[in-house]
């Protein structure tokens, strides 16, 4: 029986338009390979240029029309004419908080072919994947500015709630037991942030006691962004909050090749009336937009994960097998990788691995 999945592709800004294309094209050849299962695209122009015709990242009922669909594919957004705020409250948290897609996942891989800038890490040795909490916590846009001049007075406050904390932290080791994985990770600052914090610490414990057979550890994040560098392998599944896990997902990209082989995804595991929302890590790159130079094995992972969401896990594995030959291979591959490749050639090399597989 033949599957159609309806993607709503977002190619967003800057590099975003040149990397979805990419991750287009691995869909509609796996398309070809999988008879059983199409895909069927279509396209908005919302993003930085939308708003600056219509003072708006998307339309007044842009979500509306995204219900619709099964998955959600975007590029990227951001643009230096418009501030970053603007762009992130505009079209990325709405559509997270919208349709309360509160797993953000975001794993990083050590591939073969790629060397990391720690000293004494080797191909394959590190394996982390970061689970963020998206729809509450330090991004929940709770506060305001008031006065003027010297009597200015910001107040920022994050929302934590129980069910939130919870669900997360659940889903962290339930997803560490399922794919094999020893260890989870909790990332606070309970030292210094006595209520949202401390009641992740205390909710942690609690489920976490749930699993016994899951290792169990809680880190302060500035300990753990150092102990990310200093011992990298001994983390497996990171849990935090929605800031937190943002810095660390970063940083963990960093040194398994930086942020053009780090995908993204955003969904509800228990509930997908509303489509999943991926979306590689990186940003729009204004700086290389339009040259050639962006990688696109961060959006290509990316579509991965979207195969993965939506029960194709044998054309996931694939692709992902196909980037890894890619990477392996050393040869074709952008400039952010030691490489002369143009973006559409490492998709086109890609491409032609998966036909040959």
């Given amino acids: 029986m033949k599957k159609s999945h309806q993607i709503a592709v977002i190619p967003g800004d800057g590099i975003g338009t040149e990397v ?20 069927e695209f279509e396209y908005f122009p919302w993003g930085s240029e939308y708003y600056l015709r219509h003072g708006r990242m998307i339309p007044e009922d842009g979500l509306e029309i995204l219900k619709n669909f ?3 594919y975007l590029g990227a957004v ?3 004419r418009i501030p970053d705020d603007i762009t992130l409250h505009g079209l990325l948290l709405p559509i997270k908080m919208g349709f309360d897609l509160y797993v953000g996942l975001r794993p990083v891989y050590l591939f073969k072919g790629i060397e990391s800038p720690l000293a004494h890490i080797l191909e394959e040795e590190i394996d982390i994947v970061v689970i963020r909490e998206n729809t509450e916590g330090e991004y929940s846009n709770v506060g305001g500015i008031v006065g003027i001049e010297d009597r200015e007075l910001a107040v920022q406050s994050g929302l934590f709630t129980r069910k939130g904390i919870e669900r997360i932290i659940t889903f962290a080791f339930e997803y560490a037991r399922e794919k094999g994985r020893k260890k989870v990770t909790s990332i606070t600052k309970s030292n210094a942030q006595r209520y949202g914090m401390v009641l992740w610490d205390r909710i942690f414990k609690e489920v976490s006691s749930l699993f016994p057979d899951i290792q169990k550890e809680s880190k302060l994040i500035d300990a753990a962004c150092m102990d990310v560098v200093r011992n990298p392998k001994g983390y ?21 090749g930086g942020m053009g082989l780090a995908p993204g995804a955003s969904f509800n595991p228990g509930d997908k009336s509303f489509p999943g929302f991926f979306d590689p890590v990186h940003g729009s790159a204004p700086d290389i937009a339009g040259k050639g130079l962006a990688n696109p094995i961060a959006a290509i992972l990316t579509a991965k994960m979207m195969l993965d969401y939506l029960g194709e896990e044998e054309a996931a594995g694939l692709l992902f097998q ?12 952008t400039v952010d990788l030691g490489g002369s490749s143009k973006t559409n050639e490492v998709g086109e090399d890609i491409v032609t691995i998966l036909k040959s597989r």
């Fill in 322 to 333: 196909a980037v890894k030959k890619n990477l392996s291979k050393k040869k074709v591959r």
């Fill in 236 to 256: 497996d599944v990171i849990v935090a909050s929605n800031l937190f896990a943002d810095i660390l997902s970063d940083l963990t990209a960093s040194v398994t």
């Fill in 70 to 72: 099964n998955a959600i």
């Fill in 20 to 39: 979805i294309s990419e991750g287009v094209k691995c869909l509609k050849t796996l398309s070809e390979i999988f008879e059983s299962s199409q895909f």
């Fill in 78 to 80: 951001g643009d230096p």
